[in-house]
């Protein structure tokens, strides 16, 4: 840009010091050199404003996908807490089960079946009739 500057100025002053024609060349070229600038700085801004616009869709999209990582971990860690806690519920579900076919197996069974008890049987004593004598 400065180059440019520089070489608008040499032709000025060139043609300046030659006829009033040569000033209105000069003057047009200027113009000319001035709109070329006006317009490599537009299509730099243009270019500028493109890149930091790819730059801003690139970090939204870097955002974006490390955000969607992170609701995979989560509902990964989600799942597992689910499946832990259906472990859980199912060994909780287990054991009360065996509780109750245990405790079902306790009513069932008759406390004093199989105990022999002969102070009962000993105590216990049946009418004789005496010797010679008939029983009806």
Do not use: C, H, W
Request: without cysteine; charged residues 25%; hydrophobic residues 40%.
């Amino acid at each position: 840009m400065d180059a440019s500057r520089a070489t608008a100025g040499d032709f000025l002053q060139r043609v300046a010091e030659g006829d009033q024609r040569g000033m209105a060349a000069g003057g047009r070229a200027l113009m000319a050199i001035q709109e070329a600038q006006q317009k490599a700085g537009a299509t730099y801004d243009d270019r500028l404003a493109n890149l930091q616009l790819r730059q801003a869709i690139g970090g939204t999209q870097a955002d974006a996908a490390a955000a969607q990582l992170e609701l995979e971990q989560v509902k990964g860690l989600q799942g597992m807490l689910a499946d832990q806690r259906a472990r859980e519920m199912g060994a909780t579900r287990g054991g009360i089960d065996l509780l109750s076919q245990l405790a079902a197996g306790l009513a069932k069974k008759d406390p004093f079946d199989g105990e022999e008890s002969s102070d009962l049987e000993e105590d216990v004593v049946t009418p004789s009739a005496p010797p010679g004598a008939s029983v009806i």
